[in-house]
């Protein structure tokens, strides 16, 4: 069977990485090793490795790829600044006298540091070391808040200026704008949801969704709770608004925003008297591993598509995928499936970077709109890692929760926001206009 060798070299990378071995020498070890074996019987075409150095230049000089350092620089800065404390303390006191108030202000902060940071482990374990105490301190489920924390930090993947769309941009060869748009309306009514839900559950058990004390609240009323929310909520919102929305009107790049968004982070750092040299250097150094990464992990999968491709196995796959049963939806089912499995065990990088090429010609071909597609991708990682008992929010999340709390007690608290994700989902496949509304108006 033609192309038998690259879909071997594929079941090789995915059995691999699952062994916990760093991806980029994965990758790159195995298309050595494919491309001797190909060479060997003479099913490799040699022409495709020639374009490896010009396609690794082109890496170095890809413009939307430089978004990501700037976004994680963002993030990194406004996380160590210990603005994330702020919010929650802020929203706690906007929304405490609410029953499940405090779960509320979780999920609206962790939309906020979503749209600020796009970095899942930041959010997630900074509202956990910050929020879960306060929960608990006022007797909220264990169950929930945990379920709460790890929802709302979970945002990051869909949320713009998310990390997953502008590496699934790339890789797709949509605009990246068109996928934070596209991501607008689907991110907020996940978010509305996860209040919905907290708000329902707590009229039903008040016991254990309760408002703050009075007592709690006295020190913040009136005008002095409208300077702390002017001085605390309403700079980072301008920074989000700055960023999306030079995006979204057109006015720069989503590399230039991230750019605008780095400088505010550190403006905002230094009007709350938190900027130093220890907070630049060590946002600087996380930036720079991380985006080391991330390179490394690209290089290592543009030399593997190029070998895939010299293999033929990008036709088989793309074959056999256009075959499935259904069609497009047997397709659209099938490719949905798998990232979600994955998504259990290795991070967004590597489905990005190694699953989604293999994807996108069978997507091409079946004429699927690759920004409506590029969301559900999103979506599904989300869900996934969301979803015991591998999902990465939980371990997370664990790291940071006292012995008291039960992994039990966290894998079911997530369970009925993971119903939440796959209702999200449902509506986003059944209604591509979701997705295709905000775009459209470009």
Do not use: C, H
Not at 104 to 126: D, H, K
Not at 274 to 302: D, K, N, P
Not at 389 to 397: I, K, Q, S, T
């Amino acid at each position: 069977m033609e192309g038998w060798l690259g879909l071997a070299m594929f079941a090789t990378v995915l059995a691999l990485i699952f062994t916990g071995f760093p991806v980029a020498f994965v990758l790159g070890g195995v298309t050595l090793l494919f491309m001797g074996l190909g060479m060997a019987i003479g099913e490799f075409n040699f022409i495709f490795m020639q374009a490896l150095p010009q396609r690794v230049f082109g890496l170095m000089q890809n413009f939307t790829i430089l978004a990501v350092p700037f976004f994680i620089f963002m993030g990194m800065v406004l996380e160590r600044a210990r603005l994330a404390e702020d919010l929650l303390s802020t929203a706690g006191m906007l929304f405490g006298k609410m029953r499940g108030g405090v779960a509320i202000g979780v999920v609206v902060i962790g939309t906020l540091l979503a749209a600020s940071t796009g970095v899942i482990g930041a959010t997630v374990v900074a509202m956990g070391l910050i929020s879960l105490p306060v929960m608990l301190r006022y007797k909220y489920q264990n169950t929930l808040a945990t379920g709460v924390i790890a929802a709302a930090g979970s945002l990051g993947q869909i949320v713009p200026p998310s990390i997953v769309l502008i590496v699934l941009g790339d890789q797709l060869g949509v605009s990246v704008g068109d996928l934070f748009m596209g991501a607008m309306l689907p991110g907020l009514m996940l978010a509305g949801l996860y209040v919905l839900y907290i708000a329902g559950y707590a009229m039903l058990r008040p016991d254990l969704a309760p408002a703050l004390p009075p007592e709690e609240l006295d020190a913040f009323r009136g005008r002095a709770l409208g300077l702390r929310v002017l001085r605390v909520l309403v700079p980072p919102l301008v920074l989000i608004v700055a960023v999306l929305g030079s995006i979204f009107a057109g006015i720069a790049t989503p590399t230039e925003a991230g750019a605008v968004g780095a400088v505010g982070a550190m403006l905002l750092a230094a009007l709350n008297g938190r900027m130093s040299w220890g907070l630049l250097r060590e946002a600087v150094r996380t930036t720079g591993m991380l985006t080391s990464m991330v390179m490394l992990i690209l290089v290592g999968a543009t030399a593997f598509a190029l070998v895939f491709r010299g293999l033929d196995g990008d036709w088989l796959m793309r074959d056999l995928l256009t075959s499935l049963p259904g069609e497009v939806v047997g397709f659209l089912i099938f490719s949905m499936v798998l990232v979600f499995i994955l998504g259990f065990f290795i991070d967004f990088f590597e489905i990005v970077f190694i699953v989604v090429p293999i994807l996108l010609p069978a997507a091409m071909f079946l004429q699927v709109d690759l920004v409506w597609y590029g969301i559900l991708i999103a979506l599904v990682i989300q869900t996934s890692f969301l979803t015991p008992p591998f999902g990465f929010a939980l371990f997370y999340l664990r790291g940071v929760t006292p012995p008291e709390i039960t992994t039990v007690e966290i894998y079911r608290g997530v369970v009925p926001f993971i119903a939440i994700q796959v209702f999200a989902v449902v509506v986003v496949f059944m209604y591509p206009q979701l997705v295709l509304w905000l775009p459209s108006l470009r």
